[in-house]
């Protein structure tokens, strides 16, 4: 297996781009199965989960080119119905399959994803929008069972759970609401960039959508969709973490096919600890000359603090003088990578769904497991400044989210190469 091996020390500086977004590119792909028109996609990240999200459509019968960071999907006339534990184990998005198949063959059997290595992680709210508008569900041997008597019906539809929003069940419900009879509100939305980018494709397919990006979507269902093309936004994690990144090296980064307007909550934590921030139209600069100050931050639904930041934010945190918190307010126990910065040297204690760091002068290079995607790149970012060589092992994890990350910090000036094995 890859590894990614670093020897720290050394500042960022130039420029680098963002590249699309994946959690954006995976349910717009699923959105493309409510046409049977063919739908282009652009600006989409070559990853591992991308990949993975277009076998499961070929296998349910669509025709998925991917050249150049464009994919061209064709569903046809007709669709399979069935998304095996085989795929949707792998990639648990693969679960936007449901709303799309159920609102265009009216009938779906997906696998249900199971558990996830940042914490339990259940589908009940697409389940409920879904039975809301109409769906028979039975979870049966695994899967679920979802199943339209006649057509489904525009309902009023409350999608709050115990952890607030859900990004993936508001994308599931909306695909489906939108070849709804009638009209369909969804309260409690989730308000992610992501989501607005999804109802945006959508309305280019045809859809009536209002309200995305406030708590509040109202659908008018139609009869039909058409193929229609798009651009995915750009990566708000992966710019979050070359943004961390330029600022934990002291060093001065021009992060480009950025959207400023999505890094509000990292640029405001960024600013009290002291890093310098310039947002121009689509970049964001990065400077940092004196030390880093302790803060605090909690996670939270968008336009709060990201989840998916969480772990890159606690090695900066790691290496900032004082005390700072971090608390988990979306998956309390995504924290398997305390136990790894720990082992890099960083005095990290666990309290419940907070980390409490105390800021180290140095962290100490030291071989390295990921556990997670967002893990593995804070484990990347500490090893920039950690004295000696760093390896982070089980780079699978990284390989589905992030594109040539280790081109683009080496492009920076960072000492990063992988191995191959
Ligand atoms: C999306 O997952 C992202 N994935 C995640 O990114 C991200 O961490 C998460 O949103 C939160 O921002 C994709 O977009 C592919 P949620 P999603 O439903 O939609 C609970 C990454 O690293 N919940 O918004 O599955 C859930 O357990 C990944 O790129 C229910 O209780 O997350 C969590 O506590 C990891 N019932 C909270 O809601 C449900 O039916 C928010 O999760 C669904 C979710």
Redo the contacts with the bound molecule.
Sequence with gaps: MDKIVITGGRKLKGEVTVSGA??SA??IMAAALLSEEESIIENVPDLRDIQTMAKLMRSLGARVLFENGTLAIKPGRTLKTLAPYKLVSTM??SVCVLGPLIGRMGYAEVSLPGGCV?????????LKGLEALGAHIEIQHGYVNARVKKSLRGAEIYLG?????????TGNVMMAAVLAQGKSTIENA?C?P?VVDLARFLKKMGARITGEGSPRLEIEGVKKLHGAKTAVISDR?EAGTFIMAAAMTGGDVLVKNVEPSHQNALIDKLRQCGVKIEKGKNTIRVRRNGRLKPVDATTL?YPGF???LQAQMMALMAVTPGISVITEK??PDRFMHVSELNRMGSKIFLEGPSAIVHGVKHLSGAPVMAS???ASAALVIAGLVAEGTTEVHRVYHLDR?YEKIEEKLFALGASIHRDRE
């Design positions: 994946k959690n995976l349910p648990r998005a940042i914490g339990p992680r259940p589908i009940d709210l697409h759970g115990s952890f607030g929003s859900s990004v993936l069940a989730a992610e992501e994690i639904p990201p989840t998916d979306i998956y997670d995607l967002r989210g």
